[in-house]
C-alpha cells in the first residue's frame, strides 16, 4: 500500500499570511494527487485534483504542485473561514490513502 | 443539484451487523466510482471502499471479507454490509462520489452516519 505523510501536523498563522502544506507519497503516484479541506462535523470538501487543478468554485487562493512523491499545497492569503484540517490523498492505486491532515489554528 | 443522503448508522455490538446506505439524487450512481470513507473519532480519514462503474469493487485492507460494497441502480443507492463488526470500527461512515471520468478526487460527499460498535 501506498503510504502518505504530511508535515506539519498542525500550524498556527493569521489571517493573510501565505501557508504551506506538503505530502509526500511512499513511491512515484505521478499527479494522482487530492487535496481536501475539512472542518468540525462536516464532510471533507474537494479543493485541488490531480494535483494541481483547482475544483470548480474553489477560491484561487488555494493551489496545488508537485508530482512524482513530493507534493505541495499552499493558500496564499489565509482567510479566517480556511481555518481547518487538510488532508491529501493519492489514488493512483488501490487502496486509495489519505494522509494524516493538517490541522490549521488561530494564531 | 448532487445530493448524497447516508442512513443506517447506530449502535451494534462487537460481532454483529450493519448496513449504511447512500441514497443518492442529481446524478446515476451506476455511471460514477464510489465510495466509503470513514473517520473514527478525533482521527483522519480512512478510505474503506469502492465500485466502480463496471461494477468491479475493492475494499480497504482493515475491513477485507469483513465488509461489502454494492449498488441498486433502480434505487440509485449505494450500500456498505458491514459483518463481524469490531470497537476500532467506530467511526462516522461518509460516502462520497468519484470525479467524472474516473480521475480526481471525491467531488460530492454525504453528511455521514456514525456507526458505534460497543457492548
Known amino acids: 500500500d501506498i503510504q502518505m505523510t504530511q508535515s506539519p501536523s498542525s500550524l498556527s498563522a493569521s489571517v493573510g499570511d501565505r501557508v504551506t502544506i506538503t505530502c509526500q507519497a511512499s513511491q512515484d503516484i505521478s499527479n494522482f494527487l487530492n487535496w481536501y479541506q475539512q472542518k468540525p462535523g462536516k464532510a471533507p470538501k474537494l479543493l485541488i485534483y490531480d494535483a494541481s487543478n483547482l475544483e470548480t468554485g474553489v477560491p484561487s487562493r488555494f493551489s496545488g504542485s508537485g508530482s512524482g512523491t513530493a507534493f505541495t499545497f499552499t493558500i496564499s492569503k489565509l482567510q479566517s473561514e480556511d481555518f481547518a484540517t487538510y488532508y491529501c490523498?493519492?489514488?493512483?492505486?488501490?487502496?486509495?490513502?489519505f494522509g494524516p491532515g493538517t490541522k490549521v489554528h488561530i494564531k | 443539484e448532487v445530493q448524497l443522503v447516508e442512513s443506517g448508522g447506530g449502535l451494534v455490538q462487537p460481532g454483529g451487523s450493519l448496513r449504511l446506505a447512500c441514497a443518492a439524487s442529481?446524478?446515476?450512481?451506476?455511471?460514477?466510482?464510489m465510495n466509503w470513507v470513514r473517520q473514527a473519532p478525533a482521527k483522519g480519514l480512512e478510505w474503506v471502499s469502492i465500485i466502480y462503474s463496471g461494477g468491479y469493487t475493492y475494499d480497504g485492507d482493515s475491513v477485507k471479507g469483513r465488509f461489502s460494497i454494492s449498488r441498486d441502480n433502480s434505487k440509485n443507492t449505494l450500500y456498505l454490509q458491514m459483518n463481524s463488526l469490531r470497537v476500532e470500527d467506530t467511526a462516522v461512515y461518509y460516502c462520497?462520489?468519484?470525479?467524472?471520468?474516473?480521475?480526481?478526487?471525491?467531488?460530492?460527499w454525504g453528511q455521514g452516519t456514525l456507526v458505534t460498535v460497543s457492548s
Open positions: 490523498q493519492q489514488y493512483d492505486s488501490l487502496p486509495f490513502t
Open positions: 442529481g446524478f446515476t450512481v451506476s455511471r460514477y466510482y
Open positions: 462520497a462520489r468519484g470525479r467524472s471520468g474516473g480521475s480526481g478526487g471525491f467531488d460530492f
